[in-house]
C-alpha cells in the first residue's frame, strides 16, 4: 500500500508540473510548483481562493460582508493575538528565548531599525492569521521600534488587501513602521517576463531600505518570507544562525505535499556547493528522485539528516535573512538573467550576485521546515519536527567550516529537456 501511495504522489507530481506548473502566487519567485520553462510556456490562470468554510474562512475584497462571514477586525485581532482562536492554524510552541535574547532589546530601542521584515503576497487572507501572526510576535520580542514591516500586495480578491491595509493602526499602536503597497504586476500575465516581474515585486518590497540607507543600521538584516505557515522560533533561528554562523544570508527549508509524502519545494533555486540542485531531475521531468537529497554531496547529506546548518551556493526556501548592507549600497537588487547568462529564477541570480561581491557565506537551516498552508505545515512539523526540538540537542559540531570560493560551474535549468553546468559568473564580466 505504501508502494502505490508513493507512485501516486510521484505520478501526481509530474501531472502538475508537466500539465500547466501549478498555482501562481506572490512567494517564493511566486509561484507554488515552480515553472522550469521559458519561451511559448503559458502559466496557468491564479488558483481561485478557497470557498468559504469552517476550516478556511474566507473574505470578499471589496465587497459588503454577510453576517456570517468573518470581518477585517477579526483577522486583525487574530494576527495580533496569538492566543486568538478564531481561525484554525498551525499550533506553535513557545521558543527558548533565553537562546535569541541577544538578538534584540524591546525596551531598548536602537538608534536606528535592523530588522526590515519585507512580503510580497497574494490571495493568502486565510494565511494572515499564522504568517503575519508569527512576524509580529518576532517584532516584539526584538523590539517594535527595531523593526520595519514591508509588503506589497497584489490583485487580491479574498480580503488580503483589507486585512493588511487596515493592520496600519495596528502596528503603528505598538511601535513598528509599516510600508503597505498594492501592485497590480502580474508574472502570470500573457507576455510578462514573468522574473523580471517578480523582481520587481521583490524590489518593490524592498524600495524603503535601497532608497533611504540612512534610516536604517548599518548591520541591518531582511527577513524575506514567502505565504507560507510559520512560527516565531522559526524567525528567531534563521536569525540566530545567521549571526552565530556569522551568514550572508540563511534560509529554511521549505516543501510542498503533493500525495501523502513531502518533497522539498525550492529546488529551481536551490543549488549545493556542488553546484548541483537539491535532488536531480531527469530531462523526462520526473520527480522520481525528490526523496533523495543531496544525493551526491556527502557532506551537506550528513548535515543536513542532522539537522546541522550547512552552506550552498543558493537558497531561498520559503524564508529567508540575509545582509542588507549590498542592497543599501545599491550594489544589487532583485533582477532578471542578462542576455548572455543562464535563465534562473531571481533569488538565485540574488545569490550569484553576492557571491561576486565577496558575500558567499549563504546556508541552509535544516532545522526550520516550512509548508505553504496551515494545514499542511501541521504535517511537515509533526514529520520534521519543529526548531526548538533540534535546537536542544544540537551538539557541539553546529558550526560551519565556511568554503571561500564558489563551485567553479553551477547546474543551469530553464527548463528540463536542457541542463548544462555553465561557470558560476557567467554573464557577469565585461
Known sequence: MRSLLKAIALLSVVFILVAGFGFFQYGDSLSRIRPLVTGSFKPSPTAAPPAATSKTPAIKGNATLSPQEPSYI??????????????????????????????????????????????????????????????????????????????????SDDGTLEVLRQLRSSMELIGVKYYFQSSDINPAAKGADRIEALAKLRNLALKNLIRHPENYAQDTTV??????????????????????QEADQTCAMDWTYVGDIPTFYDVWIARGMTGDSFFEIPENGSWDSAWNLFWNDEKAHS?????????????????????????????????????N?????????????????????????????????????????????????????????????????????VKCMPDYQHQSFVAWDEGLHG
Open 223 to 244: 527577513i524575506f518570507s514567502n505565504d507560507v505557515a510559520l512560527c516565531m522560533e522559526d524567525i528567531l533561528e534563521i536569525l540566530h544562525q545567521r549571526n552565530f
Open 303 to 339: 548535515r543536513w539528516a542532522n539537522s546541522k546548518p550547512f552552506q550552498v551556493f543558493a537558497c531561498w526556501n520559503g524564508i529567508t535573512a540575509f545582509t542588507a548592507k549590498l542592497l543599501m549600497e545599491k550594489k544589487i537588487a532583485f533582477r532578471a538573467h542578462k542576455e
Open 74 to 155: 477579526q483577522y486583525i485581532h487574530a494576527i495580533m493575538d496569538p492566543t486568538d482562536a478564531t481561525f484554525p492554524r498551525l499550533e506553535c510552541p513557545q521558543p527558548n528565548l533565553d537562546r535569541y535574547a541577544y538578538l534584540g532589546d524591546p525596551s531598548t530601542p536602537a538608534l536606528l531599525p535592523k530588522f526590515f521584515f519585507a512580503l510580497d503576497l497574494h490571495q493568502c487572507v486565510h494565511l494572515l492569521p499564522r504568517l503575519i501572526g508569527s512576524i509580529v510576535e518576532t517584532m516584539r520580542f526584538l523590539g517594535p521600534h527595531n523593526c520595519v514591516l514591508s509588503i506589497v500586495e497584489g490583485r
Open 341 to 409: 547568462e543562464c535563465y534562473q529564477g531571481e533569488p538565485k541570480l540574488f545569490a550569484k550576485d553576492m557571491w561576486f561581491h565577496g558575500y558567499g557565506k549563504i546556508a541552509v537551516v535544516p532545522s526550520v521546515n516550512v509548508e505553504y498552508s496551515d494545514e499542511a505545515a501541521k504535517k511537515i512539523k509533526a514529520l520534521k519536527g519543529y526548531a526548538s526540538k533540534h535546537v536542544a540537542n544540537e551538539g557541539d559540531d553546529v558550526k560551519i567550516t565556511w568554503e571561500t570560493s564558489p563551485p567553479e560551474k
